[in-house]
Structures are given as C-alpha cells and as structure tokens.
C-alpha cells in the first residue's frame, strides 16, 4: 500500500469514528450542547488546525513570489491572473444561482404554520447563544448599516496594506499576495542580481512543503477530534429534523457543483479525466472536510496539486493561494441558499429582482469570506441586508437578524461540505491553468 493510500484510508477510518464517538459518547440531547471549549475541538485544533495555519502566512509568501519569479515576463502574470479571477467568478456566478434556483424552486421555508412559528420562537435564544459567531455577525452588520459596501472597502484597503508585518500577524492573506506580487516582479526583473535571492524562496518553498506533508499525517487524529466534536454538538438527528430539506438542498447544490459543473469545466477546458484528477488530490478534499477550513487546508492543497494531482509549479503557486482567500464556490451557494430559505421561512417572498440581488450579494460575499469555520454564515449578513434594502423600498418588514439562529446550529456540517468545494475549486483552477503555464513548455 502506497503512503497516499494509506493517509486517505486512515483519514477515512478518522471521519467515520468522529461521527461514532460524537454520536454514541458525546451527544445527549437531554443536556446542553458542548461547549465550544470542549476538549474535543480543543486537542483537535492543537493537533491539526494550528499547526496547518501556522503555514499559511509563510507559505502563501514564498508560494506567490516563486511563482511569479518563474513566470518570466509580466505578460505572461497578466493572462495567467486574469484567466484565474475569470475562472473563479464565473464558476462563483454559477454555484450562487444553481443555491437560488434550488432553494426557489424546492422551498424548503415553507414549512407546516405550527413549525414556522416554533422555529422563529428559538432563533433568537440560538443567536444569542451562539458567542462569537454572533458577536461578528452583529460586527458585520452595523458596519453594512454605517456604510453600505464597507466590507468591500475593507478589502481594497486590505489590498494595499500600509504594514506588511501586520498583515501576516493578523493572518490576512490578501495584502500579502499583493505584496508578494510587487516582490516577485521586482525579482524576477533583477536579472543576476537577484538571482540568488529567487533561490533562496525556492529553497524556502521546499522547505515548507516538506513540513507540510508531516504535518498531514496528523490529519487523521486531528479530524476524528473535529468531527467527534461537531456531530457531538449538533447530533445527527438534524439531518431528520425541520431543517432536513433545506440541508438536503444545500448538500445537493454543493453535490452538482463539485461533481457536475466542476468536472465539466475541467475536462471541456483540460480534455482530462475529472475525477482521476479529484482522486489523486484526494486527501486535500478529506482534510477540508475535517476541518472546515480552506486556509488550514491551503498547504496540502498545494503538495496534492505539485505531487499526484500533476498540475504545474507555476500555475499551482499562485492559484492555489489566491483561491483560499477569493474562490469560495461552495460558500456562495450556500448563502444563496440560507438566505432565501430565511426569507421563505418568515413569510417574505421574493421576486426575480431579488434572487439576482441575491446571486450577486452572495458572490461578493463570498469573495470577502475568510477561509475559517463559520466565515460564511457571517458574511452572510450582506446577503441579508441587501436584500432588506431592496424590501425597505416596497414597503416590505426586513428579516431580523436573529433569524439566522435557526441555522447557526446545524451550521457545522454544511461548512464542512462546502469547505471541500472551495477547496476543490481552487484545485480545478490550479490544472487548468497549468495549461497555461506549464513549467515545461512542451508539455501540457
């Protein structure tokens, strides 16, 4: 048994005794859900998801900067960025309308009256109780209320950020992608001079890599405690409650688009067999899903695109890191969804106009998400108050934030599923763009 067989077969083994053990040891519904210091998820992020993210800054700065150093000409960056944004707006486009055409046409809020009613009753007691993720939920708002767009502001502002070295103590990756950019153009037009320097960030990059695949063989331990933890918590009677058809929609949506329209585009574009291509970066796609996080995952998704997946040096250094932080096809759909489910739940229909405010609001959202657990579900505000606005002018009562809390609980194993499409999208892009820059140009 080879060594990639053999982590996917324990990465699997981990996944099914998670739900096991956070089914039959952990889960009382007679008691109050764990708590989100509960050891479980506490030796679960110490053993995997801290190590992984303490890779993301410095692996996404040597990534990017050897990448561009190996493009050549600034042309060259040009095509490769701008097919790479184009690739992941448009497949971002396409995963928020399937979420609303879905949600539309199944309408999973329209629930039995008694229902609706039990159901708004408890959203608000879930919000509050909900810590953290409320406290940002209501952060978000109030800057959305003070400055309508402020989240996109702040990511133009994070874009051309004034200290770098608070940038990567604060973990936001995009100003030092645009750093590493400005860096790596500016080696690679050095010549000789700077040559040893480029070597130097390969030598680096290598470094890193290597320290990622030891790392990833914690990955087994580490998810079993995630998903011991998450099921524990939520209990996998949720998947048979009020909330069933709108978690079977939003698996559904997540489904078509990582087994259809992501495989499809990529053997139209690449003429490659899609799902050999999925199998090879196979343990990248489990650990997203153990850990819900596309940045934690960053670092094993780009060793399974330079190693099994065959996508190039070149294409993967810089795609990969760039759609950790904007590709988001899964969160997307899944604010489309959640938010017009919301409105159908409350009563409040709505009309075409507002499923493209949706579709658009959603994207952007999602483009702002940051790659952590739960990120979606917070810039899901903007869906929500874009959305209000357009009521606010008919007339229309606006949803209260507080609904959310219906969802906020079963929120866990959505973000898991569609973690796994993010990141699976980011891999797609990464192969077809290795036919673009291949790092031999004789081969494809």
């Not at 103590?169 to 500016?186: E, H, K, Y």
Request: aromatic share 6%.
């Amino acid at each position: 048994m080879s060594k990639s067989t053999l982590l996917t077969a324990l990465i699997l083994l981990g996944l099914a005794g998670g739900v096991l053990i956070g089914q039959y040891l952990l889960f009382d519904p007679s008691a109050p859900p764990l708590e989100d210091n509960h050891w479980t998820k506490l030796a679960g992020e110490i053993i995997l998801i801290r190590p992984l993210t303490l890779l993301i800054v410095p692996l996404v700065f040597v990534s990017v900067v050897v990448a561009v150093t190996s493009i050549g000409h600034p042309s060259k960056l040009g095509l490769i960025g701008g097919s790479t944004l184009l690739f992941y707006l448009v497949t971002m486009l396409v995963a928020a309308t399937l979420g609303a055409f879905l949600v539309s046409t199944y309408r999973p809020g329209d629930l039995p009256p008694q229902t609706q009613v039990e159901m708004r009753s408890t959203a608000k007691a879930r919000f509050d109780a909900s810590g953290a993720v409320a406290t940002n939920i209501e952060r978000v708002q109030k800057e959305e209320q003070s400055h309508p767009g402020a989240a996109w502001i702040n990511i133009v502002r994070q874009m051309v950020p004034t200290n770098i070295v608070e940038e990567m103590s604060q973990g936001r990756t995009l100003g030092v992608i645009v750093f590493a950019l400005l860096l790596g153009l500016a080696l690679a037009a050095g010549g000789e001079k700077t040559a040893p320097a480029v070597r130097v960030f390969e030598a680096i990059f290598d470094a890193l890599l290597r320290l990622a695949q030891w790392i990833i063989w914690l990955a087994p331990i580490g998810v079993m405690l995630l998903v011991a933890y998450t099921v524990g918590k939520i209990g996998l009677h949720a998947l048979i409650g009020p909330l069933s058809k709108y978690m079977l929609i939003v698996l559904g949506g997540l489904a078509i688009q990582g087994l259809v329209i992501l495989p499809l585009l990529l053997f139209v574009l690449v003429r490659r067999n899609p799902f050999g291509f999925m199998w090879r970066v196979r343990k990248a796609l489990l650990t997203a899903l153990g850990t819900a996080s596309s940045s934690a995952t960053m670092p094993v998704a780009i060793d399974a695109c330079l190693g099994a997946g065959g996508c190039s040096r070149r294409a993967t250094n810089f795609v990969v890191p760039l759609g950790s932080t904007i590709n988001m096809d899964g969160t997307a759909l899944y604010e489309a969804v959640a938010t017009v489910f919301l409105f159908q739940l409350y009563g409040i229909d709505l009309s075409t106009a507002d499923l493209v405010i949706v579709v658009i609001t959603a994207t952007l959202a999602a483009i702002g998400a940051a790659g952590i657990p739960s990120a979606g579900l917070v810039t899901m505000v903007i869906v929500i108050t874009a959305v209000n606005t357009t009521l606010a002018g008919r007339g229309v009562e606006p949803l209260p934030l507080s609904a959310m809390g219906v969802i906020i609980g079963v929120d866990r194993i959505l973000d898991m599923v569609r973690t796994m499409v993010n990141v699976w999208g980011d891999m797609v892009a990464a192969r077809v763009i290795s036919e673009i820059a291949p790092d031999n140009p004789a081969v494809a």
